[in-house]
């Protein structure tokens, strides 16, 4: 078994934090416990047109009504915003499109979402600099090597509906693989607990880093992809689902031993066994 050192919580401020989100902290947590390893809070905020200030500040509530811990990253919503935004690590994301630009591994896409199945845009030769364009990698069929948490390495090829997958904003900003990977090779991650559906994007970052001259560093990092929980129709917890979010729980009066309850018993029903809550007890 592998020895780590650091992990992290990452999320997104596009919505309050919801039952499944908890759930992939705890799972964060216990395995970074076991190993003695220290766990990193990091928020992605630079998805300009949904970060939320209020979504923001429900992350520092929910891990402290939860009592969830971690040992590196902001205390509060002005910590993060004067020390660990993404904003402050723009220029190590622009020096990683410059590069990809530079070793010309990168075409421009004006396609809409509509239209992106029938997108031809590698062909055209878009300028780079067209407004309103995106920037897709220039992907191929290589076999990629993932480590898993065993320490074992998964070997598969990017998904077809990942193939080609943008970098850079329509809006200018650099895309969540491009981000994450920087992230994580900068903050010395070498543990990532994320949902099974995050699968394609664990490949496409391996992808990305390789067309960096990350392939090493980054395929030192193991993952670990955790079920995920699922709501009474058999879809998937989303942000989206106000009922589930630990807000709505709070502010209708539920403890956090009450809502440690919910989580096991939906955990229970995925077959998640391997960890405990802040409180001590088990969930099976």
């Known amino acids: 078994m592998p020895v780590y050192a650091k992990t992290r919580i990452a999320t997104t401020p596009s919505g309050y934090l919801h039952l499944g989100n908890i759930l992939a902290f705890a799972i964060t947590g216990t395995l970074a416990r076991k190993h003695g390893a220290t766990i990193l809070l990091r928020i992605d905020d630079l998805d300009r047109a949904r970060a939320n200030r209020l979504y923001v500040q429900d992350i520092f509530d929910t891990l402290d009504f939860l009592q969830l811990p971690y040992d590196e990253g902001p205390r509060d919503i002005n910590d993060f915003e004067a020390n660990y935004s993404q904003v402050h690590r723009m220029d190590q994301y622009r020096r990683a499109l410059d590069k990809l630009c530079n070793d010309d591994l990168v075409y421009a896409c004006t396609c809409s979402r509509k239209q992106i199945n029938n ?47 943008i970098i850079k ?13 920087i992230d994580d090779l900068f903050y010395g991650v070498d543990l990532v607990v994320r949902g099974e ?29 955790h079920p995920l929980m699922m709501d009474a129709s058999g879809q998937k917890l989303s942000k989206s689902a106000g009922a589930t979010s630990i807000k709505y729980l709070r502010e209708s009066g539920k403890t956090p031993a009450e809502i440690w309850g919910l989580i096991a018993a939906i955990a229970g029903e995925v077959n998640i066994s391997i960890w405990q809550t802040p409180g001590g007890t088990a969930i099976i």
Do not use: E
């Open 119 to 165: 997108c031809a845009c590698y062909t055209k030769h878009i300028p780079l600099t067209t407004p309103g364009a995106s920037w897709r990698l220039i992907t191929n069929n290589d076999v990629i090597a993932v480590r898993d948490y065993d320490g074992n390495t998964i070997q598969a090829a990017l998904p077809d509906d990942m193939k080609n997958f």
């Open 169 to 181: 904003k329509k809006d200018g900003f650099p895309a969540y693989q491009l981000t994450s990977v």
């Open 197 to 225: 559906d995050l699968w394609p994007s664990t490949l496409a970052q391996h992808t990305l880093a390789s067309a960096l001259g990350k392939a090493d560093d980054f395929g030192a990092i193991s993952f670990y992809h």
